[in-house]
DNA sequence: CGTAAAACGATCAACGTCAATCACAAAGCG
DNA sequence: CGCTTTGTGATTGACGTTGATCGTTTTACG
């Protein structure tokens, strides 16, 4: 049985029955369990499900279904790196803190390690806000506006919002790249979504992958002035590197290897 | 059975029953008290229930009670008369339009069956939210506020929001009980979110079955001369029915045994 | 108010599951 | 043909989960 094959199967069962075990794939497939520990890691880091002691779990299991259409896509790319700088940003917040997410996969993955944590969250990612509040503790704050389809983005073009009472110590965030120019989105409507969220943050922290160094998109969320700190991974070049410290923000390097020690 | 099965069981008796035992647990699950002990633990402190001697409860009971107690149980109550009351008031809906929807378990059978329509819907329903987006090609508008778990409403306390600039010509809303006295809710967020909804709407459009035409709850979201018409079903009291009618209110029907046909 | 029963948290040994590592086989490529 | 790459299965020690037992706390009831 190929190895698209025994997936493709997983994912069938999960839609299914919301669970699986790891003994049931093997008896069924009749691959061993080293071959199925793969396959759901593998998955896992997609973001196509969620593993748990004995077996894997829909995402979005529990409530109503929650899946956004190309929300996929974006998670596969890079994905063991965006769960290593997910993890790394989830250690940085403690019970009682009031954090922001903005939309995105990383912050997606960052949120899935935030179930035992007792925060108020303001996102504008739907799919984030989903996972808080079906899976943890986590008081969750929206603010108004409409709910893209593709993504799950909250998108309003109008300055008043409920939001303007938030007050959070950090907002982590995602972004399209990162240039000496400043933390670069590619829709203007995102980009500004991204301005009003991190008006309300004290602390401004960046988790990107270290392929997003590059000079793309054309509309500029704050100046790298603006940034306190970048999570990101150790391709990141040596030379943007030490640039940034040089400007007084702090690189946190997070290790791949390290991601699943502290995977909730 | 998986640790993970059983705690989303526990959730869903909990969701059904409000409390749960852990005696009937053990009989329902084959695990042992101490692991059911365990599990109870866990979900308590992700704030998922709270844990009760000799059981746990949901979170919802004994809070503040929302229209929509646990969803899922306020859905199951009178669902065939709900059933019938949305698909009448879905029939009420064109492409292009602009509607409202509260949170509620009659506007949630409503949302199912709008799947193929094309209209702007503003909802303070994360639920009914999460459905139009995944299941429709309706253009979805939430207000700004925290995502309350126990029925998935967002509320604000402020008066700031995106959807000061929505305008819609029909709102959909379905309360807690109608009196000659007006609209009424039972709690004063829900009462405060669907007041400021309907200021956004020309018309009211109530949904509610007629077990509701009784005087309970406090709040009082409109009086009776805000609302337009009134969805119900059959077992309207005769005197109610002429009550509103001598006061405009048109009074429209819905026959549960017609519910089927416009099914989705 | 006092006693019995039930429920509770803590502890521990047994077991299942996990990630890491190795060795092997098949496929891709120069 | 030899080499690397990729997928696979078995082994191992570490870790998480489970159920039984203990002494303690809470509840129920006379």
Redesign the interface.
């Known amino acids: 049985m190929l190895e698209r094959e025994r997936q493709q199967l997983i994912l069938n069962r999960l839609k299914e029955r ?2 699986v ?1 790891v003994t049931d794939l093997v008896a069924v497939t009749g691959a061993s369990v080293a071959t199925l520990r793969r396959d759901l890691a593998k998955l896992e880091d997609t973001g196509q499900l969620r593993r ?4 894997a ?1 829909s995402v979005a ?2 409530q ?3 899946t956004a259409p190309t929300f996929g896509a974006s998670q596969t790319t890079n994905a063991d790196l965006k769960q290593a700088i997910a993890a790394r940003a989830a250690l940085l917040c403690e019970d009682g803190a009031s954090i922001i997410l903005n939309a995105g996969s990383t912050t997606w993955f960052m949120a899935q390690r935030l ?2 944590h ?1 925060m108020q969250v303001l996102t504008n990612s ?1 799919p984030i ?2 996972e808080l ?1 079906a ?13 893209y ?1 593709e993504a ?1 983005i ?1 998108l ?1 073009p ?1 300055d ?6 938030f007050a959070a110590s950090m907002m982590f965030m995602s972004c399209y790249a990162m240039t000496p120019m400043g933390v670069i989105e590619s829709d203007p409507l995102v980009a500004r979504a991204e301005a009003k969220l991190l008006s309300r943050a004290e602390k401004l922290i960046i988790l990107l992958d270290s392929t997003k160094f590059e000079a793309r998109g054309n509309m500029v969320v704050c100046p790298l002035s603006r940034v306190h700190t970048v999570i990101t991974d150790p391709g990141i070049p040596r030379a943007m590197r030490e640039q940034l410290r040089s400007q007084g923000v702090e690189v946190l390097i997070a290790d791949p290897a390290e991601a699943k020690l502290s995977a909730a």
């Open positions: 919301g669970i075990r748990v002691h004995g077996g779990e299991s529990g109503t279904e929650l179930r035992s007792r739907f806000a989903q509040v899976h943890s503790a986590n008081r969750v704050v929206v603010p108004g506006g409409e709910v389809r799950g909250i309003s109008f008043e919002d409920a939001i303007q009472h």
